[in-house]
């Protein structure tokens, strides 16, 4: 007697599926354990010279021998503080700019060639002239970071200006909206998941200005810091900034997530 | 309010859109527009509702606003246009935030239409967690909220599947029979039109001009158990609008 399966004929064969990929849970940790656990064997070992790289315990000592000082507090108030002061700055004046350009034919055809011509100068490359002009203190650092956020919030900003609905503005129109309930209500939420993914860009372009503008001129920041520790060759110092750097940007992107969530509530 | 538009030319450029159009809309009836696609009937709903300014010739308002009215010429649109960052009541709420009106007022406001129109469980939904015949049925509870003298349709059934399509136009009539409304609706669908309008308007294609008025007198309640006349209007739209229909879909597909 015949089975069912060859009175069903032929199984049709499963072609769909994949394109698909998906978090897998802890596996994110156990790659950063794998690394750290392979290159503090290597570093035991000998097979890693202690001068080329240091041992990560090495540098987690560096790290916590900050923390025991208080240093640390000092180095991360100095950075975050002009990390703040430049990049809201330049967002906020970016925004306005990118509004301008947006939402007025004067100030695009007349600012676009601008924004076009200073955008690709990398800014690191200003710090000696923001220095004549702003000192070596506190105000060519934080100019830096202001104009190395600001090209880039304004091309996302008037870009996401540009795409918000027609239909809605003509909405808005239509039942007699004043032009700044226009502004407000509609062209500002709908230009905001731009705003917001440009947020990210201009976030990485500040903590590296951030970071070149403290190698010139600061005593406390976590660019001076580890500019020292490479002056001195001592490398687990310079791991344990590097790592500061890294778990600022940390912070800085999940704050930005946690921004976008908030405000972006209304998207599925 | 009755609109009065008299010897109304408009032209792209170079390209004559209308055509020397002549209509009166009077108040509480409702107006159809149809055409081929592309012969302005869109445009001319755009000029009414002053978002594009004529060549040529006047649209003028004959008589005041009714009491209270805050918006008398306001648009249905085919794609909803809602806000999707705001919430059924957010939506209404938005046209009528530049009044001045009390909070209690406007709430007051947005829960009425928002009974009229049958969504008072839907207030704090946003517009991605509504179906499209919802979202329509939002755009019309804002439209109401601003009390208007004329209301311009821009085929706001054409983005619905056909059953939902149905339920919106029987809402629709309901709220005009339980209180007549001036509007002007624009459509391809020439059931809708018989179903809908006292006075059906058939405009050529491009240059629109107008080719024929009929007027139905039957009221829109009776009108569900006159299948067969209102065939025949029907038909004799469609005669009216063939010729057209096919020449505009040719120039279409020589462009």
């Known amino acids: ?268 | 309010m009755d609109l009065h538009i008299e010897g109304l030319n408009h032209r792209y450029g170079d390209m004559p859109v209308l055509d020397g159009i002549d209509l009166r809309i009077e108040s509480g009836r409702i107006v159809c527009l149809i055409g081929p696609s592309g012969c302005g009937k869109s445009t001319l709903l755009r000029l009414i509702g002053g978002l594009e300014q004529p060549t040529d010739g006047v649209i003028g308002q004959i008589g005041e606003p009714p009491d209270g009215c805050l918006n008398p010429l306001t648009y249905i649109f085919q794609d909803f246009a809602l806000l999707p960052w705001r919430t059924a009541r957010g939506n209404i709420s938005l046209v009528l935030e530049d009044h001045d009106l009390s909070e209690r007022e406007t709430g007051r406001i947005v829960d009425d239409v928002l009974a009229r129109t049958d969504l008072s469980d839907f207030g704090n939904a946003f517009p991605r967690q509504l179906s499209g015949g919802m979202k329509q049925r939002v755009a019309i509870a804002r439209a109401l909220a601003v009390n208007p003298a004329v209301l311009l349709m821009d085929e706001p059934l054409s983005a619905l599947d056909g059953q939902t399509r149905a339920l919106l136009m029987d809402d629709l009539i309901g709220l005009w029979t339980r209180e007549p409304f001036t509007a002007v609706y624009v459509t391809h669908n020439l059931q809708e039109a018989v179903r809908l309008g006292h006075k059906i308007v058939v405009l050529s294609r491009r240059p629109g001009r107008i080719r024929d008025q009929v007027t139905i007198d039957m009221p829109l309640e009776n009108r569900p158990d006159a299948v067969s006349e209102l065939a025949d209007i029907q038909s004799h739209l469609w005669e009216l609008l063939r010729e057209e229909a096919q020449a505009a879909d040719r120039e279409l597909a020589d462009a």
């Open chain 1, 1 to 268: 007697m015949p089975d069912a399966r060859t009175l069903a004929g032929q199984p049709v064969m499963f072609r769909g599926g994949g394109f698909a990929p998906r978090p897998v849970g802890p596996l994110g940790p156990a790659v950063f354990i794998v690394v750290i656990g392979l290159w503090e064997l290597g570093s035991q070992s000998g097979w890693i010279a202690p001068l080329i790289l240091p041992a990560p315990s090495e540098a987690f000592a560096a790290l916590a021998y900050l923390f025991e000082t208080g240093e640390i507090w000092r180095h991360l108030e100095a950075s975050v503080s002009r990390l703040v002061v430049g990049w809201s700055a330049g967002m906020a004046l970016g925004v306005a700019i990118g509004f301008a350009i947006g939402l007025f034919s004067i100030a695009r055809s007349g600012l676009v060639p601008v924004v076009a011509a200073l955008f690709p100068i990398p800014k690191i490359a200003l710090l000696p002239l923001f220095i004549v002009w702003f000192g070596i203190g506190e105000g060519s650092k934080i100019a830096t970071i202001l104009f190395g956020t600001l090209f880039p919030t304004v091309i996302a900003t008037y870009g996401g200006v540009d795409n918000v609905d027609r239909s809605l503005i003509r909405m808005g129109q239509s039942f007699g909206l004043s032009w700044w309930s226009i502004v407000r209500k509609i062209v500002l939420p709908g230009a905001l998941p731009a705003i917001l993914s440009g947020t990210r860009i201009s976030a990485s372009i500040a903590i590296i200005l951030l970071v070149a503008a403290e190698m010139i001129g600061a005593e406390y920041g976590i660019g001076a810091y580890v500019l020292l520790a490479g002056n001195l060759a001592a490398t687990d110092q310079l791991i344990a900034g590097v790592a500061m750097l890294s778990v600022l940007g940390l912070t800085v992107s999940w704050l930005i997530g946690r921004a976008e969530r908030y405000f972006l509530r209304w998207r599925s």
